[in-house]
Structures are given as structure tokens and as C-alpha cells.
């Protein structure tokens, strides 16, 4: 199991964040070079030409190969680019399928406190269990190879800032008794807002055909 799968395994009891890793690289030019290539030339022959085996393939790629591959490619890109859209895309699909239980969770408890767009523009069942969210992250991934990109990236900014409600509200359940669970629980949220931030910011780039 990965780095990055252990991040997530069972996080109620232990939260952990797959953000955290990073690759080494002796040439962080020719890293950038590749990361912006290959998520250009993916994206560009997978919409040119569309197939339902090719579509499936890259949205179950993990399942398949894990993460690192992906990592090694993309982790090292901007987050206001194509390659690192696509990396925090795949790494939200990855959180999800990892602990889908916890995830359902935290997204019930964000969807109780962010009344609103958010919960729409994600377009999660209710109420949403594991099965539903692993459905819903899946579907969100083959909009950008399918459908339209920016509403694709839309639809995880708005995920991730349902899900980071739902981080906070659970540390606060357990910020007397065992703050460090509070904490993993509060950075997990924040990095989720984070996420949320940039891939918003990467929608509004993709439709001024500005994210590169």
C-alpha cells in the first residue's frame, strides 16, 4: 500500500492528509516540462476523441496503478495549471475511494452547515453514503475528460469545501477530549479549502483558455 493510500486509510480514527508527500527531482525544469506535456497532450486526445474504454480506464487508473505514477508526473506542477488540476482531482478521487466511510461522514456533516450553492454545484445524492460518493467523485473525474472542464473543476472545488466543513465540525467533537484527532481533522479541513481555492481558481483560468 502507498504513502498516499495510507494517508486515508480509516482517517476517523487516525486523519492523515496524502498532501503531504513529495518527489525529489534533480531537474525541476524538465519536471514541469513533462507534467505541463503529458496533462496536455492526455486531455486534449481523450476530448478530441472520446472513448468509453479509454474514459474508464483513466478514471479507475488508480484502482489499477496507484498514485505514484500520477505523482511523478503532476505532483511538482502550479496549482493554477493543467497538471495540478488533474493531480488534486485524482488525489479527492483517491480520499474518497480510500475511506469512502469517512468521507460520507464528513460530507453529511459539511452538507448540515453549508446550506447553499456548494452542496448544489457538487451534485451529491441525499443522503450520501460511501457508495454514493465514491459514484459522485468518479462521475466528477469523467467530466474532464467528457464534459465540461471548468464545470468538472466547479464541482470539486465545491466537494472539497462541503468536505472541509465537515472536517471542522467533526474536530470541534473532539478538540476537549483528544485534540490531537481535533488537529489532524482541522489541517485536513484546511487543506481542503485550499484545494477548493485552486481548482476554482483553475475553472476560471480553463474558460478564459488561460490554464495551461
Not at 464541482?155 to 472541509?164: I, K, L, P, T
Not at 481548482?199 to 490554464?211: E, G, K, V
Request: charged share 25%.
Amino acid at each position: 500500500m502507498s504513502d498516499e493510500r495510507r494517508d486515508f486509510h480509516r482517517p476517523v480514527q487516525r486523519p492523515a492528509s496524502t498532501f503531504d508527500r513529495r518527489f525529489g527531482s534533480t531537474d525541476p525544469a524538465e519536471v514541469s516540462r513533462a507534467a505541463h506535456a503529458t496533462a496536455s497532450a492526455l486531455l486534449t486526445r481523450v476530448r478530441d476523441e472520446p472513448s468509453e474504454g479509454v474514459v474508464e480506464r483513466l478514471v479507475t487508473f488508480t484502482d489499477a496503478h496507484g498514485i505514484d505514477t500520477l505523482a511523478e508526473l503532476w505532483s511538482h506542477a502550479s496549482a493554477s495549471s493543467l497538471p495540478g488540476a488533474l493531480w488534486r482531482l485524482y488525489l479527492l478521487q483517491l480520499m474518497v475511494r480510500d475511506d469512502a466511510r469517512t468521507a460520507a461522514l464528513l460530507y453529511e456533516r459539511g452538507r448540515a452547515l453549508r446550506h447553499g450553492v456548494d452542496v448544489v454545484v457538487a451534485g451529491a445524492p441525499q443522503p450520501a453514503g460511501p457508495e454514493e460518493l465514491m459514484a459522485l467523485v468518479d462521475e466528477i473525474l469523467r467530466g474532464v475528460f467528457t464534459g465540461d472542464f471548468a464545470v468538472a473543476l466547479e464541482r470539486a472545488a465545491s466537494f472539497c469545501r462541503v468536505e472541509a466543513a465537515g472536517a471542522l465540525d467533526v474536530a470541534e467533537d473532539h478538540d476537549a477530549t483528544e485534540p490531537e484527532r481535533a488537529t489532524a481533522f482541522t489541517t485536513r479541513a484546511l487543506r481542503l479549502d485550499t484545494y477548493a481555492a485552486e481548482l476554482s481558481t483553475c475553472a476560471a483560468l480553463w474558460r478564459r483558455d488561460a490554464l495551461t
